[in-house]
């Protein structure tokens, strides 16, 4: 995985200003499509599922020191899964955007599952030198596997102070 596109783990789909000092919220729009067709089983090796993801700002906190959406801000596009008894894991596909190819990678029980990235050393030039990031998921797919809910929460500490962005998940398998 390429660590510095790794840093701005979807920062592109809904922290399109990240780089602006300014701490004002976005307006609240309509999920921006990101692709369309469903990606082929093996495209990407060591995933089996293709979902179409919808994903919406629950809530921010904290001294953030860039420009994070409003709550109700959401973005749709493509993520591959892969499963097996007790472990699940995603990857988010934004052809065309500057965002990453990281995973989250977990447990999962029953239908249940919480999965988290290896943390990353980020750097904005609004805020006050290297920080640090950890994310994390926690949801649970349907009776029949074909959808699933969840939350996802984005950690950031830097010198300027800590804060979140948790994001509501909503998700068809293809």
């Known amino acids: 995985m390429n660590r510095g596109r790794a840093s701005m783990i979807g920062v592109g789909l809904l922290l399109a200003a990240a780089c602006g000092g300014s701490r004002e919220t976005a307006a609240p729009t ?4 990101i692709a369309t ?3 082929p089983p093996g495209l990407i090796p060591g995933y089996d599922e293709s979902w179409r993801l919808t994903t919406a700002v629950k ?16 973005t749709s596009g493509r993520m591959v899964a892969a499963r097996s008894e007790s472990t699940v894991k995603f990857m988010f596909l934004a052809p065309g955007l500057p965002v990453d190819d990281g995973e989250y990678v977990g447990m999962l029980s029953g239908n249940a599952f919480t999965a988290a990235r290896d943390p990353l050393t980020v750097r904005f030039p609004s805020c006050q030198g290297e920080g640090s990031f950890h994310g994390s998921v926690t949801g ?15 950690s950031y500490h830097f010198a300027s102070g800590d804060w979140q962005i948790t994001f509501a998940w909503s998700a068809d398998r293809d």
């Open 37 to 39: 067709r469903p990606i």
């Open 59 to 74: 809530e921010t906190s904290g001294a953030n020191c860039i420009q994070v959406p409003a709550v109700g801000a959401s």
């Open 30 to 33: 309509s999920p921006t499509p």
């Open 140 to 154: 649970r797919f349907s009776s029949d596997g074909r959808h699933l809910d969840a939350i996802e929460t984005w």
